[in-house]
């Protein structure tokens, strides 16, 4: 497959790695300075950049007509507009906040457990997510789907980086060293606590789980997600 990247920073560069390793070409490195040349020649892109690049390199995948997978966060407040662009031009998208297997199992027994928590109003939700000092969003996009995940699924109503409200999910964001991303969901009560942790010891899960979805992806159109990819639906 021919491969775009769109970003070409920590999570690129690992990207690029595993692509090779799988067989395939990279027709396109895009940074904050070049152009766009290339893209049309893709298969499909894979775009792990930074939040106010994200827009611009996804719409012009959909322009280009090629699929494109993204891993970048900070930007979901676009994420509609994104998805009309893909319907109108007939496009193929995959956004996610997380690639890794591990992080998507942990989002399932995120629900899971959510729906059980949801009867006893004893315990209280928080999440915690620790990431390097490199990190240009707080809180990270995998714990705004974490904290989505209690919501879609109890009576909480939001998340709040500030001190919760009793409908409220705290969320307290940490910024430590080189840390590729620690996120922890706990319940506690005055008797006890029930915490669901996940450790990334680096990036290869994420990287691989992007590129698993771009083999996935490619020749496809519509709008998935990571449970497609994995079929956890
Ligand atoms: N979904 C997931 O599984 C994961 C998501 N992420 C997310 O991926 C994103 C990238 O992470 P990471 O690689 O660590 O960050 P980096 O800062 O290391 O890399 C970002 C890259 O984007 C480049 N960039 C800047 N402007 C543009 C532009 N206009 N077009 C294309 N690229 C541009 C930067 O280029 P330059 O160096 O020239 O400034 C830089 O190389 C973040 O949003 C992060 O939260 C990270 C890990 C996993
Ligand atoms: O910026 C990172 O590094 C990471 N970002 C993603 C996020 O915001 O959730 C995923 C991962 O935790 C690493």
């Known amino acids: 497959m021919k491969i775009a990247l769109l970003g070409y920073g920590k999570m690129g560069k690992v990207i690029e790695r595993i692509a090779l390793e799988r067989g395939h070409e990279i027709v396109l490195k895009k ?55 893909c319907n109108e031009k007939q496009g193929a998208f995959i956004s996610s906040s997380n690639f890794s297997l591990g992080v998507n199992i942990f989002f399932e027994l995120n629900e899971y457990l959510a729906k059980i928590m949801a009867q006893f109003d004893s315990y209280k939700v928080t999440m915690e997510e620790i990431h390097h ?74 990287a691989l789980g992007a590129v698993i979805a771009a083999e996935w992806l490619a020749g496809k159109t519509g709008i998935y997600t990571m449970k497609d990819v994995l079929n956890l639906k």
């Not at 792990?48 to 407040?77: K, R, Y």
């Not at 989505?148 to 001190?163: C, F, H, M, Q």
């Not at 590729?180 to 899960?205: C, F, M, Q, W």
């Open 31 to 85: 940074d904050e300075f070049n152009t766009y040349d290339g893209l049309a020649t893709a298969d499909v892109a894979i775009d792990f950049s930074i939040p106010t690049a994200a827009v611009d390199n996804i719409s012009n995948c959909f322009h280009a007509n090629v699929p494109v997978v993204s891993g970048t966060t900070g930007w979901l407040e676009h994420y509609d507009e994104m998805a009309k662009l």
């Open 133 to 206: 000092t490199q990190k240009l969003d707080a809180p990270s996009g995998t714990a705004i789907s974490l904290a989505k995940g209690v919501i879609e699924n109890s009576n909480y109503a939001n998340w709040t980086l500030d001190e919760a409200k009793n409908n409220e999910i705290h969320i307290e964001a940490k910024r430590i060293g080189d840390v590729p991303g620690n996120h922890t969901v706990t319940y506690d009560s005055v008797v006890d606590s029930i915490e669901l942790k996940h450790t990334a010891h680096n990036r290869e899960g994420f």
